[in-house]
């Protein structure tokens, strides 16, 4: 079974400092990560995978996360927040090459000016 | 590609009556998933299928909801009777065994 644990649903940060979304993950086999984003009354994008090779991945709006399998983290960060990152942010974990994910319980990132 | 299109975006009836939500997933991709997504339960898993089968329907709240998948480019998520407790937003996501791309959402409104 996998399972996801994203730290602190709610997160705080003023504009131009640094974003720090925390991820932790459980999976019996080698998994794919992903971060997903979600503006107000919209769908959930992705945001950035990882699937294999490199493992500091680079997402759009830039957004990065490094997979670390000592630590069955994910983390997400962002040198300089924006006002328009003010979103919810999902966690995932699936297995390769299986559609189906196991989300996280979502971060919501406040940015303040 | 016009991405996963969900119909309607906006659905208010009352309750005890049938509501049915559709999909159309993006071509090609041979995953689609029906989430529901509350402030108070979060984001929740219903069901899912894989080439038009379904294969976990555990997160189906009760018997009043089902889903159907007669061919590659079409779902529909039926509730019957509906309930108040069912006012949620539900989406449709597809994937084709990597990442889900998730429609635009349905806002189900129970009166």
């Known amino acids: 079974a996998q399972s996801v644990t994203q730290l602190g649903s709610h997160v705080s940060v003023s504009e131009g400092a640094l974003v720090l979304l925390r991820c932790n993950y459980s999976?019996?086999?080698?998994?794919?990560l992903f971060w997903y984003v979600q503006y107000p009354n919209q769908g959930l994008q992705l945001l950035l995978k990882?699937?294999?090779?490199?493992?500091l991945v680079k997402g759009i709006n830039g957004f990065e996360a490094e997979f670390k399998k000592s630590e069955t983290s994910f983390h997400l960060t962002k040198p300089s927040a924006h006002m328009s990152d003010a979103a919810e942010y999902f966690c995932a974990v699936s297995e390769r090459g299986v559609g189906k994910s196991t989300f996280g319980d979502g971060t919501t990132l406040t940015v303040k000016p | 590609d016009a991405g996963v299109i969900q119909s309607p975006r906006h659905e208010v009836t009352e309750m005890g009556q049938e509501v049915t939500l559709r999909c159309k997933p993006i071509s090609g991709h041979d995953y689609l998933f029906w989430y529901r997504q509350t402030m108070m339960r979060g984001l929740e898993l219903l069901i899912y299928?894989?080439?038009?089968?379904?294969?976990?329907d555990s997160g189906m709240p009760e018997d009043r909801f089902s889903a159907k998948m007669p061919n590659a480019s079409f779902s529909t998520l039926k509730i019957q009777p509906s309930e108040p407790r069912d006012s949620a937003v539900y989406f449709c996501?597809?994937?084709?065994?990597?990442?889900?791309?998730f429609g635009p959402g349905t806002r189900l409104t129970v009166l």
């Open positions: 999976s019996s086999v080698p998994p794919y």
């Open positions: 996501a597809s994937s084709g065994g990597n990442e889900q791309f």
């Open positions: 990882y699937t294999t090779g490199a493992t």
């Open positions: 299928f894989n080439n038009n089968v379904p294969i976990d």
